[in-house]
């Protein structure tokens, strides 16, 4: 059965410093793999999203993430953190339903992100 | 360009009471989800839709009724309102489906049941 995992629930970074949230997935074929961001208040926001190729995504306000298939892992990460940074990230993988042509996403349980100034 | 929105932002009602979130979206995107957020288990998946009046059952349906008459609206219906329903509802959108294309959410909904 397809599911994601995000071990760390809470991340605090100082303003300026690398990122790297991690995320882990189950998923018996290739993978759809997306990530996501959560604003307080907010609705989600794609980040990026990575279905074949390249398997260094780039995507948007500066992150990027790698897509490792003998690790099942598809980390997300940022150089250099800005404050407007904080917020709650959420990997998922894009998996069919059942034998049907529909799709879904699945989502990790989110890493919160705090930025220290 | 609205895109999608959910009324109403916030709702508080009381157990028993049958609630309607409203979803609309104007980009005629043919498939529509609800997903309910809840702190340590991130979001759920409660029904979907792949095109009017076709819906189907996500992970966590029990207390749940959507439709979709037209393309654009995706009611959720909690037909008898229980304190476990409490949580920030979310509705999304995406052009196709197959698990690869991108959801584009609306706002959420926070329900409160006392």
């Known amino acids: 059965a397809q599911s994601v995992t995000q071990p760390d629930i809470h991340i605090t970074v100082s303003e300026g410093a690398s990122l790297e949230l991690r995320c882990n997935y189950s998923?018996?074929?290739?993978?759809?793999l997306f990530w996501y961001v959560q604003s307080p208040g907010q609705g989600l926001q794609l980040l990026l999203k990575y279905f074949s190729g390249d398997t260094l995504v780039q995507g948007i306000k500066g992150f990027e993430a790698e897509f490792k298939r003998s690790q099942s892992s598809f980390n997300l990460r940022k150089p250099s953190v800005h404050w407007s940074d904080a917020a709650e990230y959420f990997c998922a993988v894009g998996a069919r339903i059942g034998g049907s042509t529909l799709g879904r996403l699945y989502f990790g349980r989110g890493t919160q992100l705090t930025v220290w100034p | 360009d609205a895109g999608i929105t959910q009324s109403p932002r916030y709702k508080i009602t009381e157990t028993g009471r049958q609630v309607t979130l409203m979803c609309h979206q104007t980009w005629s995107h043919s498939y529509m989800f609800w997903y309910r957020q809840d702190l340590g288990h991130g979001l759920r998946l409660i029904y979907y839709?792949?095109?009017?009046?076709?819906?189907d059952k996500g992970e966590v349906p029990d207390g749940y009724v959507v439709s979709r008459s037209k393309t654009e609206n995706f009611p959720l219906t909690l037909e008898s309102a229980t304190r476990s329903q409490t949580s920030v509802y979310f509705c999304?959108?995406?052009?196709?489906?197959?698990?690869?294309?991108?959801?584009?959410f609306g706002p959420g909904t926070r329900l409160t049941v006392l």
């Open positions: 999304a959108s995406s052009p196709d489906s197959g698990g690869k294309d991108t959801q584009y």
């Open positions: 839709s792949a095109a009017a009046d076709i819906t």
């Open positions: 998923y018996g074929a290739t993978p759809y």
